[in-house]
């Protein structure tokens, strides 16, 4: 290879560095497009390459400095409905929203300089070295910045690939399995690139390896099948975020969801979505009791979600984000565990809690439901995983439910995020944990994105957004246990850390 002093590309970051840095802002707003809507999945390990090339150009602190940069266009791009939620829908003032959405995409851009550091300082300009400490460091920190902090594990690479035949992985490795999948075959084409002669044919089936391995671990059916049909329906009521606690539209939604459920009297399950009764259970009892009877007459077990106060831990009751079953020998309830920072809890001292109070805005903490809980069971003994918003996004967390659990249940309420690109993307990860899981999942929502996901993570339907909607599929139980379900993602990140700590130890310098 010739001298890096001969190759104006070489020159580029180290010389424009302003410029350069404007790419990699610009590489990151394109990288968005990987994920849903879009779903232009090839496009992820070509964005990559220019970002992973710099990391062998210029010095450890630069090279973060670029990846930072890529950080913040991705976020910043990709999760811009926290704008919608925090202001358009929680009447927060335009400031507020603005620091909150910009803060996040500055912190989750700081995970990333870690990661463009750790990747230039242990491959010493090196492209082998690069091949695998660039994807080893990368995942390790979207694996980190899933759970520091309470985690926000949103636009992990994998989830663009979830329809891609490197989706294939994920029921083995999980999605960070199909993140690091990705990083190898971008690394690998900027190998192929740099390197000459018998390295660069070492280089270029590297390339194609992990997405033609994917394609075939694609044909195995890691869980099976088993019983009879469940007809299954899913109610979505369609009322806007504006509208859906106004008290003159209470009775509406009610009698919508009664009446949707009495519609389909032949469906063994029917969920409804995240809180769907505006109220807590306290203030709706002759209500359920109502539709408690109707499901036991026709022999359904009804899902629905609700603030659930319950005093089983103290004199002065907690307020939990629930769901409850309706036609089982006995009420069961999951609980939300995985809380939401500033929408469902408030870490903020108590001053600023109160002058939170004073500018009417949220300022109440939900309590946090058991890291580990009795599955929900139906009618006819199926047990249900569950999920409530956005806790399907830690994978992780969910997997104590497996073997056991023969179909996954989200409940969702993405109208907080109005006609923006996140429910789609959420609809995307909720995709992601059927095809780790081997399962069928059900996922009801206020407004929409609703839908039935096959085991192999493939939408089978989809419900209108911001249109009230009811949807009957018939699907199945499923038994098994993929390799992810019982392992988790422990062997992608042991991988991860064995690779950067031999780099590391190679090196002979201390980090």
Known sequence: ??????????????????????????????????????????????????????????????????????????????????????????????????LLMIG????????????????????????WHLFFVGPAAWVLIEWLRGWVLSGFPWLAHGYGQVESVLGGWAP??????????????SAAILVAIMVPG???????????????????????????????????????????????????????TLDFYRGATLSVPDSELVVWPEVAIPARNDQVQSYLNIVERDARRNGQTVLFGILELSYDRGAEGQLFNSVITLGTDERMAYR???????????????????????QNLPHADLAAGDDVQPLLRTVNDIQLAVAICYEDAYGAE????????????????????????????????AQMRALETGRYAVRSTNTGISAFIAPDGTLLRTGRQFDSDVMTTDIFKHRGATPYSGVGNWPVIALCILILGFFRIRSGTSL
């Open 172 to 185: 083995v490795l999980g999605v960070y399995g199909v993140s690091v999948m990705l990083m190898f075959s």
């Open 1 to 98: 290879m010739a001298s890096k002093d001969q190759h104006f590309l070489m020159l580029f970051a180290a010389d424009w560095p302003n410029s350069s840095r404007l790419l990699a802002f610009v590489l990151g707003c394109a990288t968005t497009l990987v994920f849903a809507p879009a779903e232009w999945s090839l496009l992820a390990p070509l964005l990559m390459l220019p970002l992973l090339f710099i990391t062998l150009t210029v010095s450890p602190k630069d090279a973060a400095w670029h990846f930072f940069w890529f950080g913040f266009g991705l976020f910043l791009t990709g999760t811009y409905w926290i704008y919608i939620s925090v202001h358009v829908f929680g009447n927060a003032a335009l400031w507020i929203a603005l």
């Open 398 to 429: 969910q997997l104590y439910a497996f073997p056991e659990a023969d179909i996954l249940i989200n409940v969702s309420n993405d109208a907080w995020f109005g006609d923006s690109i996140a429910p789609h993307q959420h609809l995307q990860i």
């Open 336 to 358: 939300k565990r995985h809380l939401v920072p500033f929408g469902e809890y408030f870490p903020v001292p108590a001053g600023v809690r109160e002058w939170m109070k004073l």
């Open 198 to 252: 018998r390295d660069r044919v070492i280089a270029l089936p590297l390339v194609l390896l992990p997405w033609i391995a994917g394609a075939v671990l694609g044909f195995v059916d890691w869980t099976e099948p088993y019983g009879k049909a469940v007809r299954t329906t899913i109610v979505q009521a369609g009322v806007s975020q504006d509208r859906k606690w106004l008290p003159e539209q209470r009775k509406a």
């Open 104 to 127: 996040l995409s500055l912190i989750m851009a700081g995970f990333l300089w870690l990661a463009g550091w750790l990747t230039a300082r242990l491959c010493s300009g090196e492209p």
